[in-house]
């Protein structure tokens, strides 16, 4: 995915790299947020962000001793904006983090998903997966008999482990004019997305489109 | 009646999710969930015995419906089972998660409950409300998160979910906190006094009780 390309459509005229990364970020929020699955790992923007967050906080700590009180106004400045940008990272980590606790085996197990998590996640999921395990069998599980102790049964054709819900209604934007029209599996609904529309529709349905930055859920 | 410890189960993980503290860990409920297993699975082996592996289930309906309905109870209370440990687990997670000592507070309720049940049984004034398999789980979880959180010092994943509107913020002292060190310097921080200080600084102290954000 080009994101790049795509910026540019949307916004014609051109952007400083920063707010760029602001809006990326944002829009990665807010789509974290809506989306009942887990979405890729932007690896790339968040290091940008880190990188910046780490050098203005740099520059707060050496600036601090400033008495200038025009040195002082302008830190505070930098310090709010820090703030928000720590709350936007902190807010789209947990987000990410509530969605892979809810649904740790499923994400561990399929390998579509796993390849979304960020390695730290991984870490996180592995471990916290295992740990709960540990506690189910020390609780209860060691007593079961044998054959039911297993954690990922598909006995009597259904699964133990359960996935999100990806039927789910979003609200999505369009931000481009998408070609293909849209359809809604098992329906026979199909629309077309001219840019700046607005629908609410099965997150199946418009997975694809929005993983490509077509569209973006509000 | 099959079934019937795991409903209680699932009805206190229910009236679980709406309370803010956690209940008495239902070790005897529990313990006759399991037990039911157990004897289910009994149960089925017996009546499974004298077909020594050569079961057909359609030529022997009425057994094959005692089976399937055992085998159903059983895994009906596994998922009652599982259900109630989860439930109570996010509990606590989400208690790590909001910087809350957990096993502290127990240990202080503990202590409490025994002084004032002097009179009563002091098993069950000392009895915590987690059992002993949930504070092992607390610990760990609390050291992992503890490592995922180092991962992203600058971030401060615990920090306030809600969005900072202001850099500073008035707020008043509800128990002594002693000395912090900010960027500007010590502040002390006595009881009922009042500050305007960065959020930043003390955020922890609020969450842990110590101030209250004024609006």
Redesign the interface.
């Given at each position: 995915m080009d994101i790049d390309d795509i910026l540019a459509e949307v916004d014609s005229h051109a952007v400083p790299p920063a707010t760029r990364d602001l809006q990326e970020l944002t829009r990665a929020w807010v789509t974290e947020r809506s989306a009942p699955e887990i979405l890729p790992w932007p690896d790339m923007l968040m290091e940008r962000i880190?990188e910046r967050?780490?050098r203005q906080?740099e520059l707060v700590e050496e600036q601090?001793g400033n008495t200038d009180p025009k040195a002082n106004f302008r830190l505070?400045i930098i310090?709010?904006e820090l703030?928000?940008f720590?709350?936007l990272?902190?807010?789209f980590?947990?987000a990410r983090i509530a969605k892979i606790?809810a649904h740790a085996l499923h994400h561990l197990t399929d390998p579509s998903t796993k390849a979304r998590l960020s390695p730290?996640e991984l870490?996180?999921a592995t471990?916290?997966t295992s740990?709960?395990h540990?506690?189910?069998h020390?609780?209860?599980l060691s007593?079961?008999?044998t054959s039911?102790q297993r954690m990922d049964?598909t006995?009597?054709g259904i699964s133990m482990v359960e996935g999100p819900d990806v039927d789910k209604a979003v609200f999505v934007r369009a931000l481009k004019d998408v070609e293909e029209p849209v359809y809604v599996e098992g329906t026979d609904t199909a629309f077309d997305m001219r840019r700046g529309d607005v629908v609410v529709v099965r997150w199946s349905a418009v997975r694809e489109v929005v993983m490509a930055g077509d569209a973006e859920l509000i | 009646m099959y079934g019937d410890h795991a409903f209680k189960l699932v009805q206190h993980a229910k009236r679980t999710q709406a309370l803010v503290h956690l209940p008495h860990y239902q070790t005897e409920l529990v313990r006759e969930t399991t037990r039911e297993v157990r004897d289910l699975d009994k149960d089925v082996s017996n009546i499974l015995a004298p077909f020594e592996g050569s079961f057909n289930p359609s030529s022997e309906p009425a057994t094959a419906c005692s089976v399937l309905v055992n085998h159903l109870c059983m895994r009906r209370n596994k998922r009652c089972l599982l259900a109630y440990h989860r439930v109570r687990s996010d509990k606590l997670e989400e208690m790590c998660w909001s910087g809350k000592d957990i096993l502290d507070q127990e240990q202080q309720a503990g202590r409490q409950g025994n002084g004032e049940g002097s009179g009563m049984a002091s098993e069950a004034g000392n009895q915590s409300s987690l059992s002993p398999e949930e504070e092992e789980y607390i610990r760990q979880y609390g050291d992992m998160l503890a490592a995922y959180k180092g991962q992203w010092t600058d971030i401060d994943l615990t920090g306030s979910l809600e969005p900072p509107r202001d850099l500073f913020i008035d707020v008043r002292v509800l128990k002594d906190a002693g000395e912090i060190q900010t960027e500007y310097g010590a502040i002390t921080l006595t009881k009922n006094s009042q500050f305007f200080v960065r959020q930043g600084d003390v955020e922890r102290l609020i969450a842990q009780g110590y101030l209250q954000k004024l609006s």
């Open positions: 880190l967050l780490r906080i601090t505070i310090q709010t703030e928000r720590k709350f990272v902190r807010s980590l947990r606790d730290s870490q996180y471990a916290h740990l709960l540990a506690h189910y020390s609780s209860f007593q079961f008999p039911l049964d006995a009597g | -």
